[in-house]
């Protein structure tokens, strides 16, 4: 009969010991994925950044946005903004687009007047929408770097 309850007592601590590691090892896996979820976010996130940050290296290194190609391939990059950042971001990103488009539609409509006041307005009005445009790119950083430190994530 002893050796009865030994043999049960045995199996009582298998099983615990059991149940102890796959305890253990759904934490690890939890964990895990976990971590691989926040670099998959960073990714994505950081896709958008880098979109943004092509599009405005584009206009500061040209000054100038002669085809829509720039705009549309920024649009794009910062499709799923809304769903990664914050509304401060997404508006922010949505800014960048309107003044990218403005200063291709001033272009546009500059390219044809003559010297005078409405081309002198324009070309003023392209000069503000410009620097705007060129001072985003450290101004991106600010933005984004919340978004993008890994040391928020630990």
């Known amino acids: 009969m002893a050796d009865f309850w030994a043999w049960l007592d045995f199996w009582k601590l298998a099983t615990i010991v059991l149940a102890c590691f796959a305890a253990w090892t759904s934490l690890q896996q939890f964990r895990l994925s976990r ?7 960073f990714e994505k996130r950081f896709t958008v950044f880098a979109g943004a940050r092509t599009f405005l290296s584009h206009i500061l290194r040209d000054g100038d946005l002669k085809t829509l190609d720039p705009l549309w391939e ?51 009005e392209r000069s ?27």
């Open 74 to 124: 920024y649009r794009a990059a910062i499709g799923e903004a809304s769903f990664l950042f914050g509304d401060e971001v997404t508006e922010y990103l949505e800014e960048i687009y309107k003044r990218g488009l403005k200063l291709h539609t001033d272009g546009e409509t500059m390219r044809p007047l003559s010297v005078g006041d409405e081309r002198s307005h324009l070309t003023g």
């Open 128 to 154: 503000k929408t410009l620097k705007w445009l060129t001072e985003q790119l450290p101004e991106l950083k600010v933005r984004f770097s919340p978004f993008l430190k890994f040391e928020m994530w630990k």
């Open 35 to 41: 971590e691989k979820f926040k670099l998959d976010l």
